[in-house]
């Protein structure tokens, strides 16, 4: 009898290739998962009926005896905004949608080359803007551990798809901790890659300089093979890079907290919960009784980060959704003129979340205003990069908490968006400085009655994944 909730990449190729299961019966798993979980879940804003095809035609290739590829029959779940050629993708927005996208994504492309098989598309929040994916237009996605929580955001519904054993992999996004932060209150791997070394050809943009794609998995292994697959060099988005990545081990054996983050000596920091702050302490243990170094190292300028995230990012979602206007792209409103036709399809199409930052970028990129916001931003933005540059000439890797506490109740930040922008406090720097970062779960802490999943980030130097998987694999020992 298979256990499908333990089921891994290489332990499904593994049953594949002994005739144990096939990608048809798994497939049927996560369909018959997804009809009995996701009515109250809300993880999928859509399943695609075309999956049974796909893993009887990689089901034909094994029984042929042709060796499978990475992904041969893998089922995955994909963030809505991530174009699969044929199918509708609205980025969880009321302005795109009934858009049907004309071609694959490059991250699509690849999987599709290795023999991936696509259930369905993940509610998300609202292009990607937010912390708990319950800006969506069509509902909030809830943590299947407890069901009053959120997942976090925005790739929630990727985050839930994995860990609610709906899919056994899962694409998302991540502009400042949109693949981490759910992974960490989800129980799951979440791996953020180095900006650049995944191709964004074909993800709907929110802020290009911070966006990228990458996996949402059950183990390290995992996020590995997948990122090897979609890694890479790609003619339709400039900004992608061919890294020449070290071969062999890299030994890493020197971890860094900063101590902006993490007192050593004192434990914790203000903002830090105390179950989580435990945690992360056990962590730092983990790593010393497995022969690594920690030493308290610092990164002064991430003081600043949220409050230079929180006006590059706007600045580039009002320059990046200018073009969903009711004239080139997604639904368009009536009106009497041009100007009102524009007006009142951003009003119906866009919810609150991105009005809010649409204007507030559209403020800081305005004549008067450029220099003061988002100029000083930027510098700090710069200041960050080196930062992290001069500490990883010190250590091999980082390490901090994903979260400041685990999932939250639904509802509870809503109103208060300053509160819900403080969940990013150590995801976000990664993203400005463009380095690579994993969340990998480091068990639970109970609250009101439930055991809520904790996530310890590891941080590496750009293009340095290799350690992150390596450090990963050891703390998922634990």
Request: net charge negative.
């Amino acid at each position: 009898m298979t256990n499908y909730s333990n089921l891994t990449i290489k332990s499904v190729r593994e049953l594949f290739t002994n005739g144990e299961l096939s990608a048809r019966e798994l497939v049927a798993h996560y369909q018959e998962e997804i009809k009995k979980k996701d009515p109250e879940l809300n993880a999928y804003r859509e399943v695609f009926d075309d999956a049974f095809k796909a893993a009887e035609e990689a089901d034909k290739k094994i029984k042929e005896g042709e060796t499978p590829r990475a992904l041969e029959g893998i089922p995955f779940a994909i963030k809505d905004n991530i174009l699969i050629k044929g199918k509708m993708a609205g980025a969880s927005s009321k302005i795109l949608e009934g858009y049907t996208a004309s071609y694959d994504a490059t991250v699509i492309e690849k999987l599709r080359e290795e023999g991936a098989i696509f259930l369905g598309r993940t509610n998300m929040d609202e292009f990607a803007m937010g912390s708990s994916t319950e800006n969506s237009a069509y509902g909030a996605t809830k943590n299947p551990y407890d069901v009053s929580r959120v997942p976090g955001g925005s790739s929630g519904g990727s985050a839930v798809a994995v860990a609610g054993d709906m899919a056994l992999a899962a694409l998302g996004s991540d502009t400042g901790g949109s693949i981490r932060q759910p992974a960490a209150f989800c129980g799951v791997v979440g791996l953020k890659p180095t900006y650049g070394a995944v191709s964004r050809s074909g993800l709907i943009a929110m802020a290009s300089s911070l966006d990228q794609v990458g996996p949402i998995t059950k183990s390290v292994e995992d996020a590995e093979i997948i990122f090897d697959v979609i890694r890479g060099r790609d003619d339709l988005d400039s900004t992608s890079l061919e890294a020449k990545l070290p071969s062999g081990r890299s030994a890493s054996k020197t971890i860094g907290v900063p101590r902006e983050y993490f007192s050593l000596k004192e434990m914790g920091k203000e903002g830090l919960e105390e179950g989580i702050a435990k945690k992360f302490q056990e962590s730092i243990e983990f790593f010393k009784a497995k022969g690594f170094e920690i030493k308290e190292v610092s990164l002064p300028s991430v003081d600043y980060a949220l409050a230079a995230y929180y006006i590059v990012m706007p600045a580039e979602v009002s320059a990046n959704l200018s073009r969903f206007d009711g004239i080139r792209y997604g639904s368009r409103a009536e009106g009497k003129n041009l100007l009102e036709v524009y007006a009142k399809t951003r009003e119906k199409g866009f919810g609150p979340e991105a009005r809010r930052r649409v204007i507030l970028g559209a403020y800081v990129l305005s004549a008067g205003y450029y220099d003061a916001y988002y100029a000083r931003a930027q510098k700090v933005r710069y200041m960050i990069r080196k930062d992290f540059e001069n500490e990883f000439k010190n250590v091999d890797l980082l390490l901090t908490p994903t979260t400041p506490h685990p999932a939250f109740k639904i509802g509870e930040k809503v109103s208060d968006p300053l509160s819900m922008y403080l969940e990013d406090i150590y995801t976000v720097p990664i993203n400005l400085a463009g380095v690579p970062a994993i969340s990998v779960p480091f068990g639970t802490i109970e609250k009101e009655g439930k055991n809520l999943p904790v996530g310890i980030q590891l941080i590496a130097p750009w293009h340095e994944e290799r350690r992150l998987f390596e450090a990963g694999k050891i703390l998922e020992e634990k």
